[in-house]
């Protein structure tokens, strides 16, 4: 029992450098996920009915306005603020859910009036290096979503169930995907983007 004993401590011992190393790196990855994804990731209900759908759209036309408030009276400095280390700026995101709505709407017009079309997909990383994504006042890209959404939600809004379960194929990673589930998408990547700017400011 006396050379088990002392057995365990020095096996503990020995090993505690490589246990608490591994530990602070499962915490790190954690803190990470949080930071990448502060409201979780986009999960589908299983069951999308029209109240779901509403609640969706009556968020999506409510992220420009929330966004501008935000960021309002931001200095420079301050729109050069990152959410996480290695991270877009403020400035990036804004102009990124701008480009990525832009895209969004252009999808949602394919699946509406071709046959579960494939997309073009965008490397949204290389478009958030572009000069305009660098130089260009947010101010532009909230007026643009502010439009944008308004235009978008009218179409949304006048969706019907058959409508609403067109197909449209993602390149990328070959699924299909309904309208219905691109309206759940796009109301979660408003909140989510809204939240990394909401970090960048603590």
């Known amino acids: 029992m006396v050379k088990y004993a002392r057995y365990m401590i020095g096996f503990t011992i020995y090993h505690l450098p490589f246990t608490i190393y591994h530990f602070s790196f499962i915490i790190s990855i954690i803190k990470m996920e949080h930071l990448k994804y502060p409201i979780g990731r986009f999960k589908k209900p299983e069951n999308i009915d029209a109240a779901t ?23 420079e400095e301050e729109l050069n603020r990152t959410y996480r280390p290695s991270g877009w700026t403020i400035r990036q995101v804004i102009h990124h859910i701008a480009d990525s709505h832009i895209n969004a ?10 046959d579960n079309p494939t997309i073009k997909a965008y490397d949204e990383a290389r478009w958030a290096e572009l000069p305009d994504t660098q130089k260009t006042p ?8 502010n439009e944008l959404h308004a235009r978008w939600s009218i179409l949304m809004r006048s969706l019907s169930e058959e409508d609403l379960n067109r197909t449209f194929l993602h390149p990328e990673n070959g699924n299909t995907y309904s309208l219905r589930d691109m309206v759940g998408l796009y109301a979660w990547h408003g909140k989510h983007h809204l939240e990394h700017v909401k970090i960048a400011l603590k």
Not at 105 to 114: D, G, P, Q, S, V
Not at 138 to 145: E, K, V
């Open 53 to 75: 759908i509403n609640k969706w759209i009556a968020e999506i036309e409510r992220i420009p306005n929330k966004l501008k408030e935000l960021t309002d009276t931001l200095s």
């Open 105 to 114: 709407y252009i999808r949602f017009k394919w699946a509406l009036t071709e």
């Open 138 to 145: 947010i101010t532009i890209s909230l007026y643009l979503l």
